[in-house]
Structures are given as structure tokens and as C-alpha cells.
């Protein structure tokens, strides 16, 4: 008899009450930190490693009037030195209602693995405009086990 294999899908929202100002350029202070083991049961020694797949991310920013694309990196660390996604480009899309608000959807597909730190196992969204200084709303990571 084969062995049936299931996959857990898990997701991570962040949606900061100060927005950072996202601009043309990386900066460390604009950033989205997902803990992707706050689903999981807190038996993770210090020492040991967070594994999944990342799935997919999808962004938003707000008083977007001026960005087109963006661009985001995912990391490892809070300074963005230990990068795991490595800058990627998408067209940011408007609502149909609100051409101010808008969404880019990046699919991941890797399997990676973080080391869990005090219980957590960070990942660190940072992103950047083409233009303008919009807000960087929200941001969901999804996830397989």
C-alpha cells in the first residue's frame, strides 16, 4: 500500500499599526518580521531549526498613488544580511474602486529552514517602490509542513 503524504498549509499576517514609509531603496526600519513557528506548538529547543516551504507572499500598500512595482527581499535577519528570497520585482495592481491601494502576489515554492532563536523562527520581509513613498501595509507569508 503507498504511503499518503499530506501537507499542512499554515499562513503568516502582518499588519503593523505605524506603517512603515517604503521608498525607493531598502532601509532596515521598513520591514515586516513573520514568525513562522507562532502556529507551532513551543517545543522548539534554542538550538534547533524552524523547516517548511514557503509558499507564496502577497503585499499591500496603501497611498500607493505614484508606485507601479515593487520589490521585496526576505532575510533571515532583522539587518537583511542573511538573504534567504532575494530581490524580486512585481507590478503592484490598483483596486477597482481605490486606485490608491494596491497588491503584488510573488510565489516562493522553497523549502528553507531558520534557525529558532527564543522560541521563534523569524523571517524578515523587507520591501521598496519604483516610485513614490507608499505605505506598506500588510503582508501574508504562507507556508507548508
Given at each position: 500500500m503507498a504511503t499518503r503524504i499530506n501537507h499542512f498549509i499554515h499562513r503568516s499576517?502582518?499588519?503593523p499599526p505605524v506603517k512603515p514609509v517604503l521608498?525607493?531603496?531598502f532601509n532596515a526600519a521598513d520591514v515586516h518580521v513573520h514568525d513562522l513557528s507562532a502556529s507551532q506548538p513551543r517545543i522548539l529547543a534554542a538550538s534547533s531549526f524552524w523547516y517548511g516551504i514557503l509558499g507564496?507572499?502577497?503585499?499591500?500598500v496603501t497611498n500607493a498613488a505614484l508606485s507601479t512595482k515593487i520589490t521585496i527581499r526576505i532575510c533571515a535577519d532583522a539587518q537583511g544580511d542573511t538573504v534567504i528570497i532575494p530581490d524580486t520585482e512585481?507590478?503592484?495592481v490598483a483596486g477597482i474602486t481605490t486606485a490608491t491601494t494596491k497588491t503584488a502576489t510573488y510565489r516562493i515554492d522553497l523549502p528553507v529552514?531558520?534557525?529558532v532563536a527564543k522560541g521563534d523562527a523569524n523571517f524578515y520581509v523587507f520591501a521598496k517602490v519604483d516610485a513614490g513613498t507608499p505605505n506598506f501595509d500588510s503582508s501574508i507569508i504562507t507556508w507548508m509542513e
Open positions: 499576517r502582518v499588519s521608498g525607493t531603496s507564496g507572499l502577497v503585499v499591500k512585481a507590478d503592484l529552514e531558520q534557525p
